[in-house]
């Protein structure tokens, strides 16, 4: 596709249940980024995949929080035992180069995350 | 951990100049950059600056760099009702890709 896209648009969870979130980033984009941004508040860093491998998880709150990108394309993000406070949008992005590039990371729409 | 701060609101005129005003706590930033993201939609990245730029201009947007004071500034000229959004000032680190983002500047422009 033209952009960067994430599916769902929308989700809403019951406490405790696992979510699966998905972000199919641009064609040739090998860095690939996850973030959370609440209500009011900027977008907070979560995970950073250069190809495969994640170069960066240091901002995942805890263990219940784990992303993958098996063939350095298609990223999920992956959320077991949903807590009310993880409600927010989670936003993807993905650029050309990683670090130290200048190059211009596209944002998806997001997933509204909804824990009830 | 590094921060970004943002004041949160800011109300203008149509026609008038918004000036938004971002400071930062990373030195080793490498890049700053603005991004403006209306109700409902994505992130959208306007403008960026390198480190070693003091100044940047791209059409209505002129972006500004005091490095030695980690301040940063958008100003939007001749500000239009289009203009109402949320701006939001980041910098990316050198040693990493991920951007640190502040909470976000609201611009509201009233006709």
């Known amino acids: 596709g033209a952009g960067v896209s994430q599916t769902p648009s929308n989700k809403v969870t019951e406490k405790g249940k696992y979510v699966e979130l998905r972000c199919d980033p641009i064609s040739g984009h090998t860095a690939l980024y996850w973030y959370r941004q609440s209500l009011g508040q900027g977008p907070e860093f979560l995970i950073y995949f250069q190809g495969t491998g994640a170069a960066d998880d240091s901002g995942l709150p805890n263990d219940r929080f784990f992303a993958v990108r098996p063939e350095g394309s298609v990223s999920t993000l992956k959320i077991q035992r949903t807590e009310r406070g993880d409600s927010a949008v989670y936003l993807c992005a993905s650029s050309l180069g990683g670090t130290g590039s200048s190059t211009e990371a596209f944002f998806g729409q997001g997933t509204r995350l909804t824990v009830v | 951990g590094e921060d970004v701060e943002q004041s949160l609101f800011l109300s203008v005129r149509e026609g008038d100049s918004s000036v938004i005003n971002c400071t930062y706590t990373d030195s080793s930033s490498t890049y700053l950059y603005w991004y403006k993201q209306e109700p409902g939609a994505g992130l959208q990245l306007l403008t960026y600056?390198?480190?070693?730029?003091d100044m940047k201009q791209d059409q209505r947007l002129t972006v500004l760099l005091n490095k030695k004071d980690k301040h940063l500034s958008l100003r939007i000229a001749d500000t239009q009702t289009g203009d109402s959004a949320i701006y939001f000032c980041a910098s990316r680190g050198g040693s990493q890709g991920n951007l640190i983002f502040g909470k976000g500047t609201k611009l509201s422009v009233k006709p």
């Open positions: 600056i390198f480190s070693n730029m």
